[in-house]
């Protein structure tokens, strides 16, 4: 389904002209009944909901993402400034407030399943008319699954060339001409051989309408691969690097209010504890102690300096009891493999049915995945202040929206009472999704009557954050007798309803224990996504069988996709070397359907140097899809693709992984150097994931506390990497977890080409050892 181009419409125009003189100028982008957020300073005029340009014709753009250092921040600004025509070193950002008009439609169509019980997909809202009701009643403004340029590329370029609109309008006035014939370059109108600033013709332009359809410049924003090489100077480059590399960019733990004070918290056991006992004698001995606040699940201290509440906390030394069932992993890996081995599965995808075929099975295999944190750089840190009705947040979130119900909650106001100012984050990997601590700070603030800031140690973000879940899979593959052809596909996968209790959580406020008891028992099809082969084989099936565990599961970067594809491009590889055919030519024999998935293939195999895959050569391959439904699609989804070719040995036991190649097709690629930099971080953050940062559990508490003890790679552990991309005119499409879901089975894949023992295991383990 195609949609048409927005209408604008001048509506109210010289609304908000009160004491400040701020003018807004707003325009119908899209059918949302919502008034504009953003409020006119003086002598500044808003443009719907996006655009606020000061009198001097600076330009600001509000940008309803978190910025967790994908560079989301510049794509908006640097959409925005394309389509105006506007100088890049006079266009800014700003955090854009919670409201309904950037709710995001294409994530609560791809999160249906999550909040549309009748609905097994997308596909049961084809018109996506309840998938954006439920975005803005929510208001669903939630940064993850990449749909930002989905969502949010088409109402910027109609705001950006309403504007130009105007201030062509208004320079054409001036010099008698038609303003069809004008345009906009570095900040100034030209035409008619002449020019004038976007500040000398700003005022007049507010008495302009703007086209009831948008008239968008003929090329979309589009860098091609070729046009920027690496190193090489940026047209648009990065808004936040400078202020990051010199250390003068503000994130959450640089807030500084007055009167402020520091709180660190102790939280209980991963599953269902409660706090049983503490030593609030001991604490008043710490010099700089403000006070003590506990909760049900959870203690923190308050003190001038962090350190001094750290060091109170520690002192009261806080007990907490099982009021049911704790993390352990000795109960984990057996309720999994009773699970996989005599569970009854949910069948989520189907294309045929191969049941009978895979009666006596050619080949089978298990996978098993350990959970793993998400373990961002920057540790969980929120700032609140309560004072007059009002509550104040500053925190950085994928979910204002919901840390703002949370916190208005715990803080005895209203959600209308609650001002979320949001900040980048520090990494995330989608652990920000999580606003719990958006409670805990705002309870803490009221309890204690001050401005306080909270940030968790690496102990509690490694203790409370959860894990992506565990997974045990098995994988059946029937063949011809001449081992010509797969016939028939089974993938069997028992693990959590991870997606609907992390949905619960985020959506519905619930908390860990309840979203747990929620899930149980409940087929979840994003917690199977990706896990459907993409390969032509005539009778093929996923299902779920679903494990209740004690232990809380979250998001993690790659989601279901990361394990998926681990899964099927090991066992694929099997089934190459099990018909001795080359594993490369294998795949493309059978993804007849995806000419684009195939010339990523054929191009990371030059790149690489591939060479068969043969036995010593230390190379494997592996290729994934992620889709993402978007009705302005004339397909009605739009695609990326990513092959990747690894150089990997092992070495002393340990996995040592030279070179990672990666060709990627993202469609049409607004700025290079962000998508470059997007998937060479996936591939580092897949090769995390493919040899550590897993943790086991005992008695509730990780067995990894710590980053050193992750086994993440170290600088000198990271291979050479090549990035090449398609050129492509496709719907763009968000390279941020694709970068990271094919390096595990590429890994996986070389190293049996290496030692001829099948790693099976994330980490990477093999059988043989």
């Known amino acids: 389904m195609r949609l048409s181009p927005p209408r604008l419409t001048r509506r109210g125009l010289l609304i908000g002209a009160g004491a400040t003189g701020g003018l807004l100028a707003a325009f119908a982008l899209v059918p949302r009944r919502f008034a504009s957020p953003l409020l006119a300073g003086k002598d500044e005029h808003v443009f719907d909901s996006f655009i606020r340009i000061a009198k001097d014709g600076t330009v600001s753009v509000a940008v309803p993402f978190c910025e967790m250092g994908q560079g989301i921040t510049t794509l908006v600004a640097q959409i925005i400034a394309m389509e105006l025509g506007a100088d890049w070193k006079r266009v800014g950002v700003e955090p854009a407030p919670v409201s309904p008009v950037f709710a995001d439609p294409v994530l609560a169509a791809h999160w249906s399943p999550l909040w549309l019980p009748l609905a097994p997909s997308a596909a049961a809202d084809p018109a996506g008319v309840l998938s954006t009701r439920h975005a803005e009643n929510g208001p669903l403004m939630v940064t993850a699954d990449g749909t930002a340029l989905a969502a949010f590329e088409a109402p910027l370029r109609a705001a950006a060339a309403g504007v130009r609109a105007m201030l062509t309008q208004a320079a054409a006035a001036k010099w008698g001409v038609g303003w069809e014939t004008c345009d906009t370059r570095d900040h100034f109108v030209t035409g008619a051989g002449k020019r004038l600033g976007f500040a000398q013709v700003l005022d007049d332009a507010l008495t302009y309408e703007p086209p009831s359809l948008p008239v968008l410049r003929a090329e979309p924003p589009h860098e091609k691969p070729g046009d920027v090489p690496e190193g090489a100077r940026l047209r648009y480059p990065r808004l936040d690097l400078p202020a990051k590399a010199d250390g003068s960019f503000v994130f959450a733990g640089d807030v500084r209010l007055p009167g402020m004070v520091h709180a660190a918290i102790a939280h209980g056991p991963q599953g269902d504890s409660v706090l049983s006992s503490y030593d609030k004698q001991a604490a008043a001995r710490v010099k700089g102690l403000v006070g003590v606040v506990k909760a049900k699940r959870w203690l923190a201290a308050v003190a001038t300096t962090w350190f001094a509440a750290e060091k109170a906390l520690k002192a009261m030394d806080p007990r907490f009891k099982a009021a049911g069932r704790v993390a352990d992993s000795a109960a984990i890996e057996p309720a999994m493999d009773v699970a996989l081995r005599k569970g009854e599965g949910t069948v989520l995808f189907k294309d045929g049915d191969p049941t009978e075929l895979l009666h006596k099975p050619s080949l089978s295999a298990r996978y098993d995945v350990e959970p793993a944190l998400t373990a961002p750089l920057e540790t969980a840190t929120a700032t609140a202040r309560l004072r007059d009705g009002k509550l104040e947040l500053w925190i950085a979130t994928q979910a204002p929206e919901a840390a703002r119900v949370a916190a208005a909650r715990a803080g005895g106001v209203s959600p209308a009472s609650v001002i979320v100012y949001p900040m980048h984050a520090g990494g995330s990997f989608d652990a920000r999704l999580d606003v719990r601590i958006a409670a805990e700070v705002a309870a803490i603030a009221r309890e204690v009557g001050r401005p306080v800031q909270l940030t968790w140690s690496r102990w509690q973000e490694s203790l409370a954050s959860f894990p992506r879940t565990p997974v045990s899979a098995l994988l059946m593959a029937a063949m011809s007798p001449d081992k010509s052809q797969l016939l028939g596909w089974r993938t069997r996968m028992a693990l959590p309803a991870t997606a609907i209790e992390a949905g619960a959580r985020l959506l519905d406020g619930m908390g860990a224990v309840d979203a747990l008891a929620f899930a149980k028992g409940k087929a979840d099809v994003l917690a199977c996504e990706g896990a459907m082969p993409l390969y032509t084989i005539p009778e093929r099936m996923v299902d779920h069988v679903p494990v209740a565990l004690s232990l809380p599961t979250g998001r993690q970067r790659g989601n279901a996709h990361l ?13 190459a ?36 895959g043969a036995d010593a050569s230390g190379q494997g391959i592996a290729c994934h899809r992620m889709d993402l439904a978007d009705g302005s699609s004339e397909t009605g989804q739009r695609s990326g693709f990513i092959a990747v070719v690894a150089t990997a040995r092992q070495e002393n036991g340990a996995v040592r992984v030279d070179r990672l190649s990666a060709y990627a097709d993202i469609g049409r690629i607004v700025n290079v150097d962000v998508a470059r930099q997007q998937i060479e971080g996936g ?10 940062g897993s943790t086991a559990y005992a008695r509730g508490l990780p067995s990894a506390g710590r980053l050193s003890q992750l086994g993440l790679p170290l600088l000198a552990d990271c291979p050479k990497v090549d990035i090449a991309f398609a050129d492509s005119s496709d719907q763009p499409f968000d390279p941020g977890e694709l970068g990271a879901v094919a390096v595990a089975p590429a890994i996986a894949n070389a190293l049996f080409s290496a030692t001829g023992l099948r790693f099976r295991r994330l980490p990477l383990i093999s059988e043989g050892l």
């Open 563 to 575: 394990y998926a594809a681990f899964f099927t491009e090991s066992f694929i590889d099997e089934c």
């Open 577 to 612: 070397h099990f018909a001795r055919h080359e594993p490369l030519s294998f795949r493309v024999g059978m993804l007849g359907g995806l000419p684009r998935l195939v010339a990523c293939l054929q191009g990371v195999a030059r790149m690489a140097m591939w060479g068969g």
């Open 683 to 692: 591939l580092v953050f897949g090769l995390g994931q493919a040899i550590g």
